[in-house]
């Protein structure tokens, strides 16, 4: 008599009916998704060369990027640490911003009263210009870090909000009520069905919020410090140094792409199971 048979799955296919990729489909996937920002970056260089070469801006507006590299290759062991600085400030404010942001919204869903009571707060806060609330606090709050976590909290904190309470509102009703027919309290409704429902909205609202992470935490520098790109970029400005200016603002815009890298990928391993990253590997795969 003959073993039973084990069912597999497809060739090319996990179990989970999922594209099995092998490293050099994934390396092919990597390069497919980077070489047209990549040719974009290059074209843009090339006509920053082109302007300054050609002497159409004065170098003292707009250096070349030879100039600018070269200020880099200078003052690489101060530019780092500046950005280190930045780099810090903006990856604390942006967690306190995630954690507080997503009791607030929690709070929000389950509580009408909570709702009435807390939105025109943070709607409030949110239209305030921070830039004009920064000089407070730095004066409550003194020259240090604190003052720059605080406006990277202030300014990442609503994306976290509107994007958590749109998530957790979105669960289909009939979820909900499967749930409470089986039995399911509110806090296994919560981790089992309307968290992971809210991931997709919430991971959106997180994109948004590490790139205003860092603005926060720029324009924190920008009122009282001694450090940091912010801090840098006050320098260059009142010294007409715009090399240095631009290797500030290129090193700045670097780390919000790699923090917004840094969500994409927890987006991936958090909820592998969306639509949006679904269509992305059967568009890289066909």
Do not use: C
Request: proline share 6%; glycine share 6%.
């Amino acid at each position: 008599m003959s073993e039973p048979r084990t069912a597999q799955s497809p060739p090319g296919r996990t179990r989970g009916g999922r594209v099995r990729t092998s490293p050099a489909q994934r390396l092919l996937q990597v390069l497919d998704a980077t070489w047209r920002p990549a040719a974009l970056l290059a074209v843009i260089v090339a006509a920053w060369w082109l302007i300054t070469a050609r002497g159409w801006v004065p170098t003292y507006l707009v250096p070349s990027p030879g100039q600018v590299w070269d200020r880099m290759i200078e003052d690489w062991s101060s530019l780092m640490y500046h950005s280190y600085v930045t780099l810090y400030e903006t990856v604390v404010g942006f967690v306190l911003a995630s954690v507080l942001g997503l009791a607030t919204a929690v709070a929000i869903a389950y509580s009408r009263a909570l709702e009435r009571t807390l939105y025109p707060i943070v709607l409030f806060a949110q239209v305030i210009p921070k830039i004009a609330i920064a000089p407070l606090i730095v004066v409550w709050f003194g020259n240090d870090l604190a003052p720059k976590i605080i406006l990277a909290v202030l300014i990442a904190f609503f994306p976290v909000v509107v994007s958590g309470v749109a998530g957790l509102r979105s669960t289909d009703p009939e979820l909900l009520e499967l749930s409470a027919t089986m039995g399911a309290g509110k806090w296994q409704t919560f981790r089992k069905i309307k968290f992971p429902n809210a991931l997709p909205h919430l991971m959106a609202g997180e994109k948004v919020a590490v790139t205003l992470a860092v603005v926060g935490a720029v324009v924190g520098e920008f009122v009282g410090a001694s450090e940091g790109l912010g801090y840098q970029l006050m320098v260059a400005n009142g010294n007409l140094d715009a090399p240095l200016l631009f290797a500030a603002l290129i090193l700045m815009s670097a780390i919000g792409i790699l923090l917004f890298f840094v969500v994409e990928v927890l987006e991936a391993v958090l909820i592998p199971w969306h639509a949006s990253h679904r269509s992305m590997s059967s568009a890289t795969t066909s």
